[in-house]
């Protein structure tokens, strides 16, 4: 038996001004790994390729990894990496296989296609119309038909954050390789609904997602080979953005559209609850001071979340609007992770570690598409520590893959020790902390460009939670975002599907 294995991730924020190159696909750079040097890269991992890989071996299978692409949020991925990734992966299908296992994001934009997961899929049934092909995907995905029309069989991440990706990859993979063996006839059935759920309001901590996704688990005790509800990515000015559901059963097609009728039917009755209530800066500032003020002492610090700049949404991570509010409001003993700064990150270096510097930080991305110029903040103060910012997350999100987030330096204002770092990278994982020297539960503030991932590590920690509603292409103000492409009418954009 012959499995090709292969990743291609990547979530677009089609407001984004961040590009997305080839050499974004692959930690530090340059091309992603292939052969090898993929397995080396996610073995053992809690990636969902790591557990295709675990099933194939265990399986007693050859295996074929033509690429692992993986990269963070950003804007629209360029037609040439696109043709890289899709070309490898067509290629090894092409020398022939029994079937494939994809780990893909599902809301891939790129230059040319609005349905870049649905386009690779099209070319692989192209070349090879009835080999079974198994596809893990993310719960933002935007689904289309065409990823429905050529996969076997799909399974979504049931967790936001996402601590359950490994466990989707055994999901899909087992499917495929139960219907290899004979014991399984995937029959799919997928829909959607015409509503766009706010990303602040869809973890799975919290109601309705925690319900919906329970009951998916439910569906897979009774017999449901896979069943799946994808909340959707909502910063993507695409037709077909929003929510929507895929359920997988073993050769019941009635059972399969009456079960995803079903989740839909259930996501659609709790829209309102998906609708995030945005709160004033100056107000979030204010319930901040008041919750440390009250603290007790030796308890964990008051998260910041600065949620509408978060790179793992495609944000530029480089407004300052929150920080600068703290920054304002005088508030001591704060860690703010992080502003994604290439250039400052080489003037602090030269200064070298206790060099005092002022200096204009972040603000260099403006954002056109949302009508935002960059506004960077003169701060002063001094180089704490220079790091080269490579860590492996302790997980359990991302467990054991690696995190990079380039040169990278902890420059300290006296009050706030604020993390500049060159590549993007999402706080979700302590090990990002302890890579710069800073022990985020010792701090009395700490401000995270994050919306829910940073829950999946850093949780536990917090002794209070304050969601601050600054600037950027992340944001949850869909006013702010101009949708021009997506259908209509769509929930909550339009009065006629008010609940």
């Known amino acids: 038996m012959k499995l090709v294995i292969a990743q291609m991730k990547h979530e677009t924020n089609t407001f984004s001004p961040v590009p997305t190159p080839l050499s974004r696909f692959a930690t530090g750079g340059g091309i992603p790994p292939e052969g090898d040097a993929a397995r080396a890269a996610y073995q053992g991992t809690g990636a969902a390729i790591a557990a295709f890989i675990e099933l194939a071996d265990a399986a007693g299978a050859e295996v074929v990894i033509p690429i692992a692409a993986n990269a963070w949020p950003s804007g629209p991925v360029e037609d040439a990496a696109f043709e890289h990734i899709a070309g490898r992966i067509c290629?090894?299908?092409?020398?022939?296989?029994?079937?494939?296992?994809l780990d893909l994001h599902g809301a891939m934009v790129t230059q040319t296609f609005d349905d870049g997961e649905g386009e690779l899929l099209r070319r692989i049934r192209a070349i090879a119309p009835s080999v079974p092909v198994g596809v893990a995907l993310d719960m933002h995905t935007n689904f289309y038909d065409a990823i429905g029309e050529h996969a076997t069989a799909i399974a979504g991440y049931q967790t936001y954050?996402?601590?359950?990706?490994?466990?989707t990859g055994q999901r899909a993979g087992r499917a495929i390789l139960a219907q290899l063996a004979g014991r399984a006839r995937p029959t799919m059935a997928f829909g959607r609904k015409p509503m766009l759920p706010h990303v602040m309001r869809q973890g799975t901590d919290d109601s309705p997602n925690r319900e919906i996704q329970a009951r998916c688990r439910e569906m897979e005790a009774k017999g449901a080979l896979c069943a799946s509800v994808f909340v959707g990515f909502p910063n993507a000015d695409i037709e077909y953005a929003g929510l929507s559901a895929v359920v997988v059963t073993n050769g019941d097609a009635g059972l399969a559209k009456r079960w995803c009728d079903e989740l839909l039917a259930l996501a659609w009755e709790q829209r309102?609850?998906?609708v995030y209530k945005i709160e004033a800066l100056p107000a979030s500032m204010a319930r901040a001071a008041g919750l440390a003020a009250a603290k007790p002492a030796g308890s964990g610090p008051i998260v910041l979340l600065d949620h509408s700049d978060n790179c793992a949404s495609g944000g530029t991570m480089d407004t300052m609007t929150v920080l600068g509010a703290i920054?304002?409001?005088?508030?001591?003993?704060?860690?703010?992770?992080?502003?994604?700064d290439p250039?400052?990150?080489?003037?602090?270096?030269?200064?070298?570690?206790?060099?005092?510097?002022?200096?204009?930080?972040?603000?260099?991305?403006?954002?056109?598409?949302?009508?935002?110029k960059g506004q960077p903040r003169q701060v002063t103060g001094r180089v704490r520590l220079i790091s080269d910012g490579r860590y492996r997350n302790l997980g359990p999100m991302g467990r054991g893959e690696l995190g990079d987030m380039g040169r990278s330096v902890v420059f300290d204002t006296g009050k706030v020790q604020i993390v500049v770092i060159s590549n993007h990278?999402?706080?979700?994982?302590?090990?990002a902390?302890?890579?710069?020297?800073?022990?985020?539960?010792?701090?009395?503030?700490?401000?995270?460009?994050?919306?829910?991932?940073?829950?999946?590590?850093?949780?536990?920690?917090?002794?209070?939670?304050?969601e601050c509603a600054g600037t950027g292409v992340c944001t949850s103000d869909y006013t702010a975002l101009n949708f021009k492409r997506v259908r209509r009418p769509m929930y909550p954009l339009d009065a006629s599907l008010t609940a």
């Not at 290629?91 to 029994?98: E, L, N, R």
């Not at 954050?161 to 466990?167: A, M, Q, T």
């Not at 991305?365 to 935002?372: E, K, Q, R, V």
């Not at 995270?448 to 304050?466: D, E, F, N, T, Y």
């Open 433 to 466: 902390f302890t890579a710069v020297g800073i022990a985020p539960e010792t701090k009395r503030f700490v401000m995270l460009k994050s919306r829910i991932h940073w829950r999946a590590g850093l949780k536990k920690l917090a002794h209070g939670v304050v």
């Open 343 to 372: 250039a400052a990150v080489q003037q602090l270096i030269a200064a070298g570690v206790g060099g005092e510097v002022t200096l204009p930080l972040g603000g260099k991305l403006d954002m056109p598409a949302i009508g935002l």
């Open 425 to 431: 990278v999402e706080p979700h994982d302590l090990a």
């Open 161 to 167: 954050p996402h601590v359950d990706i490994y466990e």
């Open 91 to 101: 290629d090894a299908v092409a020398k022939g296989c029994d079937a494939v296992l």
């Open 272 to 274: 309102a609850k998906f």
């Open 327 to 340: 920054l304002d409001a005088g508030l001591e003993d704060v860690a703010a992770f992080a502003i994604f």
